[in-house]
């Protein structure tokens, strides 16, 4: 049984003031039809014999979730929540104890639910490629091709292969420094890591069993304690506390002997940052991108989106994000949209 798992956790700082605490990215429509939760869940309808998604969530977002898999005609999901965040590691293991109830032998397909895949057919075909290494106990991963030296992602490097698509991971490593990033680029040798996955749930388990014994027992001691009602299951909130904060790629992908990966060559960005957005999106003549009530006036390379009734008007400049809601604008250079989260920091620290 093929299982997605849709993780839905993530807070999108860095698409402020968009991207709110109630209402993080995944759960807007940024590009394409509908919000990026729902064309990732419409994603994995395509894939033949898939079974319900389970979606792993925050607390605060259930009725957002459930609302929006609604709307999408989706039936049979599982919700879990969890009370507090602690990052995609302990969230990919509740999704995989919930599906090994399912299925002993279920397959979970992991995936984030914040990013735009422009050639759903690709994925598609991507996933089935990676079904055969996945059943012989692998943690299949899916490489894209690097275009720059992004220190924001995994970086993978291939070694022999291991059946007609998939190659075994000679090397994991999760957010290298930029010099490093630079000469992984240069090598070609290494992808990115989507940071979409493959495996199977008891391999999953396994994995973390050996690399992170502590994460595994804490939460299955949340989950074991947890309880079900109508739509959402809930982890125990005391148990889920003491539960380690990591990732699955420094927790599990960057230790693992039996880490694999399919080279995927579909257009795919995580949507990270405004830049990204930005660099994903279709442009004008000038290389602007532009959402809502905007004039722009000799602006080149920008994006200007307004999310509120207020004219956006730019003149004479280059290379700027201009994002404005009801109650905030942001101004920020392409270069430094990044740092946007800094900006939400700040926000959070003044109360
Ligand atoms: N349920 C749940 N709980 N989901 C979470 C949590 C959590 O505590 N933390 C993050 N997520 C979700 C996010 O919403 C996102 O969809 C996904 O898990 C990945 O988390 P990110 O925080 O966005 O990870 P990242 O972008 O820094 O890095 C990962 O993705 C890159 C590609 O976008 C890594 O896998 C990198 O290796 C990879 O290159
Ligand atoms: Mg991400």
Known sequence: MLIPLILSGGSGTRLWPVSRRNLPKQFLSLSGDGTLFQQTVARTQKLPEVSAPIIVASEDHRFLAADQLLESGVEGASILLEPVARNTAPAIALGALKALERDPDALLL???ADHLIGDPASFTNAVQQALPAARAGWLVTFGIRPDRPETGFGYIRRAESIDTHAFRVERFVEKPDQ????SYVEDGGYDWNSGMFLFKAARYLEELGEHAPDMLAAVREAYATGHGDLDFVRVDAEAFAKVPDNSIDYAVMEKTSRAAVIPVSCAWSDIGS???LWLSGQHDE???QREGDTLAVNTRNSLLRSHDRHMIATVG???LIVVSTP???LVVHR???Q???KVVDQLKASG
């Open 110 to 112: 992991v995936l984030p």
């Open 179 to 182: 010099p490093t990033a630079r």
């Open 274 to 276: 405004w830049s990204a």
């Open 286 to 288: 000038h290389g602007n």
């Open 317 to 319: 400049v280059d290379d």
């Open 327 to 329: 109650d905030a604008t």
């Open 335 to 337: 270069d430094a949209a």
């Open 339 to 341: 740092d946007v989260k």
